[in-house]
Structure formats: structure tokens, C-alpha cells
């Protein structure tokens, strides 16, 4: 089984309604991140925390959107008043190391109609 | 910021032969990451193998091996003796050496005929 579980698997939510999505390692990672993949594409940075600080945020996350890691082990990904274009598989993934890469979760995906 | 281009969408492989991915990718950078990551179908994606970049030997895990070429920043991932459970989205993958994030390709696309 994975490392990272991440829930919902799915997610279908109609234009303008918050959602958020919750990502857990299962073993401790100081670093976790959040992509987006969107279709035929490869995933691309939102953010990352080290720990419960979070460090580094990607122009692709707009002002709609907010992560927490509260406590540095679980951490939620909002997006508020959803749009069309928002429609993608929100991975998150963990850092194993910088040598061995990141362990990814199944990844949420969000549907907004 | 880097850029790393697979420039197969698709590529197919009859099961027990050999194909090879293409990369490649761009950075003024000595001290970096590459990786081949696999995505089958409603799956999480799996670390397939990964190079560092001051090592010359080309990385082996198994079946899958790079060529990896530095002056070139070229970087495919061979498969050989190809079985139906490689068949997935390939993704490859650059990081840093002193970066946050990785920088993802397209992907590939790989059916695998019986």
C-alpha cells in the first residue's frame, strides 16, 4: 500500500462550492506537496511544507486556494468558489529523500460541473 | 525554470521486447536529480528508477535501465523483455540538487500488445 492516503478518491462538486481534500502520510515525512495534474499533462507544483511550515507556494495556486499542515503530518488542500478550469487529479506526495524522490498518494479526483 | 520534454505521447511495445522513452531536459545546473516515474491506469504513481547526475554509470533496476547522456540532457528509460503490467503513463522527472520541487514531462503513454 502506499505511503501517503489521501481522501477523497473522488470528488464531484458543482461551479462556485468550496471542497477540500486531506492528504496523510503514513509514516512520518518532514516534507509534503501538492500537485495538480490536470489531463494529458504531467502533475505540477502547488506547494510544499517542512513540517507544518509551509515554504513555498507555485503562481498556479491563486488566492482561491489554501493548504494547511497543522500539527506537520496530515495537511489539507481548500479550494474555495471552484471554477471549471480548477477540474484536475490533486496529487500529494511525500519526500522519502532527495536521492529516492517522493512517495505519491492515489491522488483526488475533482470534477466541478 | 526547467523544463524537461518527453516528446512520445504514446508508445507501444509488443510483450517480451524491448522499447526505449525518450527524454530530455533543460538546465544550467550541475548538481541534480532525474527519475522515471510510472502512473498505471486509476493508480498512484511509482518510482521506476532515478540518476544522479554526477554519476556516469547509468542507472539499472531490473529490466528498466537508463541512458542517461549529460552534455546531451538526454535521459530514456529502456524497458526490456516488456511485460502486460508495465504498461502505463511514463513520467520523467527532474529535480535540483538544492531545489523544493520536481519538474514533471507529459508523460508517455505505453500499451503493451500480447
Known amino acids: 500500500d502506499t505511503g501517503v492516503s489521501q481522501d477523497p478518491r473522488h470528488k464531484i462538486t458543482k461551479r462556485g462550492q468550496n471542497v477540500t481534500f486531506r492528504c496523510d502520510p503514513i509514516s512520518e515525512h518532514n516534507r509534503l506537496y501538492w500537485y495538480r495534474q490536470t489531463l494529458g499533462q504531467g502533475p505540477e507544483f502547488l506547494t510544499y511544507?517542512?513540517?507544518?511550515?509551509?515554504?513555498?507556494k507555485s503562481r498556479l495556486l491563486s488566492d482561491r486556494f489554501s493548504a494547511e499542515r497543522p500539527k506537520g503530518s496530515f495537511s489539507t488542500l481548500e479550494i474555495q468558489r471552484t471554477e471549471q478550469g480548477d477540474s484536475a487529479m490533486y496529487l500529494c506526495?511525500?519526500?522519502?529523500?532527495?536521492?529516492?524522490?517522493?512517495?505519491f498518494g492515489s491522488g483526488t479526483r475533482l470534477t466541478v460541473v | 525554470a526547467q523544463t524537461v520534454t518527453q516528446s512520445q505521447p504514446e508508445m507501444s511495445v509488443q510483450e517480451a521486447e524491448t522499447v526505449t522513452l525518450s527524454c530530455t531536459y533543460d538546465t544550467s545546473e550541475s548538481d541534480y536529480y532525474l527519475f522515471w516515474y510510472k502512473q498505471p491506469p486509476s493508480r498512484q504513481m511509482i518510482l521506476v528508477i532515478r540518476q544522479e547526475a554526477y554519476k556516469q554509470q547509468n542507472a539499472t533496476e531490473n529490466r528498466f535501465s537508463v541512458n542517461f547522456q549529460k552534455a546531451a540532457k538526454s535521459f530514456s528509460l529502456k524497458i526490456s523483455d516488456s511485460q502486460l503490467g508495465d504498461a502505463a503513463m511514463y513520467f520523467c522527472a527532474y529535480r535540483s540538487g538544492t531545489g523544493n520541487q520536481f519538474y514533471f514531462g507529459t508523460g508517455t503513454s505505453l500499451t503493451v500488445i500480447p
Open positions: 506526495a511525500a519526500l522519502e529523500s532527495i536521492l529516492y524522490g517522493y512517495t
Open positions: 511544507f517542512q513540517n507544518e511550515a509551509q515554504l513555498e
